[in-house]
């Protein structure tokens, strides 16, 4: 019986891959003899390409556009038939250049020759896992470099970006390929509305409220060309309206995205195999009780019982408790500033998984 690590990233810290490593080596320091199986996660964001080749699965290097239009080098991973894209390797907020956002013509064109590069390598499922986007497009950008057109009145290609959307006049789609494609998300918001894409990421992605509007013009307008059936459709607002483009233009299937990820990664075999299962993220809070990775981890458990790090918990114990945590470890437990917390982050977690070694290698019945 094992003590399977499997955390999410802490993010602007250190990487989930990373998270394990030191978990791992505080075990093997204060408790030699117990067995550590390492397995970082991811629920679809930031860190799925690399949760993916830390499971086992190849890392594919493809030269593509940038959310503004940069070539840039991003990853897919490949295992078989089955390739994992994340769509912010492509086109998230870290591919801006210089960090300056650019809501209204960041695009998601990348993102789809990601998947056009994981077809032509032999992959016949495309699990793609969406967060961390730059772009409010709706999936257009996507849907183009797959071959799809969209024209203005006048016939001419439509720019890149989600305000250019408002100018859309037709749509063909007769040049999208047929691909199995798995949407990897835990965002139910709707494409438009108050719940939308638009009005509750765009500031994310650096939208004023006059921004805002145009790109909810935008939005509104694709759906009404393309056909608007999976407007309301939950996770259709996912990743700036890319749900909606998935799902409208290349039937995807939407699974929430922790839940798929662990069952590619292999989880609930080596869970099976586990005594302890030591998960945890950057925040621990209420966001976390819906569906983000360390309580996927716990649901996925089964009976094994589950300990989570955290970089902060904004949880009380007994929220934690009735969600089924054995225990939660915070950084900020030892270093209550969050900003030297997080410049500390590696030293810090090395101490809290000491402590939670000792605290449970002998708690739990080998």
Known sequence: MTVLVAPDKFKGSLTAAEVAEVVAAAFAEVAPGEPVRQLPVADGGDGTVAAAVAAGFRQIPVRVTGPTGRRITAYYALRGTVAVVELAEASGLHRLPGGRPEPLTASS??????IAAARAAGATQIVLGVGGSACTDGGAGLLTALGA???????TPLPPGGAALAELSTVDLSGLPEVDIVLASDVDNPLL???G???????QKGAGPSEIALLERGLTRWAEVVGSAHATTPGAGAAGGVGFGVLTGLGARLRPGIELLLELLGFPAAARDARLVVTGEGSLDTQSLHGKAPVGVLRAAGDTPVVALAGRCLLSAPEWQEAGFAGV????????????CVARARSLLRDR???????FSRAIPA
């Not at 064109?109 to 990601?114: D, K, M, N, R």
């Open 329 to 340: 470890y915070a950084l900020t437990d030892l270093e209550p500033d969050e900003d030297r």
């Open 109 to 114: 064109y990348g993102t789809g020759e990601l």
């Open 149 to 155: 057109r969209l024209l203005d009145a006048s016939g």
């Open 197 to 203: 894409a638009a009005a509750v990421y765009g500031s």
């Open 193 to 195: 509305g108050v719940d």
């Open 353 to 359: 998984a000491a402590q939670l070694a000792r605290d």
